[in-house]
């Protein structure tokens, strides 16, 4: 066992000699990759709605059992798409504050208001109870996110939605190969919006995808994401180029292919994350409920910085310098970024477990190229860390 000093921040080695990030990739083979891209310049046909991003359509649309899947170019576009779809020109939506900037600012975009709303301490997605009492007459929509691919309320939300007349987006960037009572989460609200970034499950560089079983929004959608003369299936106001190439396509096709391979090796990693990790005083790790599956991507854990000793952003520091780069995910919290934070309206809001989650939350790294080797390492550090916390500590403050 190292002694206090000799942890990296303080000048000793790191205990991994590349650093090891959040968002492995998960990548195809290159054999494959070649063909693929050999086939795209054979036929000469890079994008606007070329054979494999059509044939992506009907694939990911297959795998989420919906009607109709909208390839676009990235998980952002396919919101802006999707609240422009809803058809309103003003209005509020509720929408979590704990989620990646895209979510909001995205309706933003849209000419949309976001109405921020707190999360669960449990799932760190919204609740029907939370949502309810921030409805207004000016509400149109409320946007959930599927956070880290937990279920965000769906069937509350959809009842919640339904008696106040509302449409209901969630943001499923994390969730791809999640299920919930056996569901795909693309099939709960009226859409579902995901992302292809290389960062994500299904890595496509960049890519994202509208889902819905709803003709009339699907033909909206794909009518706002392209100018294309022969793409025109409603009257919109707006459109944008939103089309997905070919190559991201091509990159897509593969990566989906290899979804149920990835998700099985997540899943085992985050099992040792889990039990090594879930042991320790202070540290919890989020894990589906026993009726929903994940995609295991996201190995979060909420540090109690009393119980644990130190606290999040301490664990960090140590961890970084270990080239073990975690995330602070969300910090700060979308409230506290501009154009939201300097909202005078906003400046009265409460958002106790959003504030909490965004100062004790840790995301780890996971994805294919990692080993198992790698994630009891990693732990291996984390304990060793903790079992050193006060000593740790006081060095921290002299380095301050
Ligand atoms: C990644 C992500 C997005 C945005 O997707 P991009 O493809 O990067 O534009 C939106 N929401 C959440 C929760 C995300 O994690």
Redesign the pocket.
């Given at each position: 066992m190292k002694h206090p000093d000799q942890w990296a921040l303080f000048g000793g080695t790191p205990s991994f000699a590349q650093p090891l990030h959040v968002g492995q990739l998960n990548l195809p083979q290159w054999d494959q990759i070649e063909v693929t891209f050999r086939g795209i310049f054979e036929r000469q046909w890079y994008t606007n709605h070329g054979p494999l991003a059509r044939e992506f359509d009907i694939a990911f649309a297959r795998h989420l059992g919906v009607k109709h899947a909208i390839t676009v170019n990235?998980?952002?576009?396919a919101?802006m798409v999707a609240a422009r779809a809803l058809g309103f020109d003003q209005g509020e939506v509720i929408v979590p504050s704990f989620?990646?900037p895209?979510?909001v600012q995205a309706l933003s975009w849209a000419g949309l208001t976001p109405i921020f709303c707190d999360v669960s301490p449990e799932t760190h997605t919204l609740t029907a109870e939370q949502v309810r009492p921030l409805i207004t007459p000016s509400t149109v929509a409320i946007a959930g996110?599927h956070?880290w691919g937990q279920p965000c309320d769906p069937e509350a939300l959809a009842a919640l939605a339904e008696e106040f007349g509302l449409a209901l987006l969630f943001?499923a960037?994390?969730a791809v190969g999640c299920t919930h009572h056996g569901r795909p989460l693309g099939q709960f609200g009226d859409m579902a919006t995901f992302?292809?970034?290389a960062t994500?499950i299904v890595n496509a560089a960049?890519?994202?995808c509208i889902a819905t079983n709803d003709d009339e929004l699907a033909a909206r959608a794909k009518t706002i994401r392209s100018f294309h003369p022969g793409e025109q299936y409603a009257p919109v106001d707006t459109r944008i180029n939103g089309k997905m190439s070919e190559a991201q396509a091509g990159l897509a096709l593969l990566s989906l292919a290899e979804l149920e391979s990835n998700i099985a090796a997540n899943r085992q990693r985050h099992m040792t994350y889990q039990q090594r990790l879930g042991e320790l005083p202070g540290l919890r790790l989020l894990t589906p409920a026993t009726h929903d599956t994940s995609n295991y991507q996201y190995v979060t854990v909420v540090i109690d910085g009393e119980r644990a000793g130190l606290c999040r952003d301490q664990l960090a520091r140590l961890l970084d310098a270990e080239n073990i780069i975690c995330r602070r995910y969300f910090e700060p919290g979308t409230h506290r970024l501009p154009p939201y934070r300097d909202d005078p309206a906003l400046r009265v809001l409460s958002l106790p477990v959003t504030e909490r989650l965004c100062r004790d939350v840790l995301v780890f790294p996971n994805g294919t190229p990692m080993t198992e080797d790698d994630v009891s390492k990693i732990c291996d550090v984390v304990e060793a860390l903790l079992a050193q916390a006060p000593a740790l500590r006081a060095k921290l403050e002299q380095v301050a």
């Open positions: 990235n998980g952002t576009v919101l989620t990646f895209a979510t996110v956070l943001d960037a994390h992302s292809f970034h994500k960049e890519g994202g």
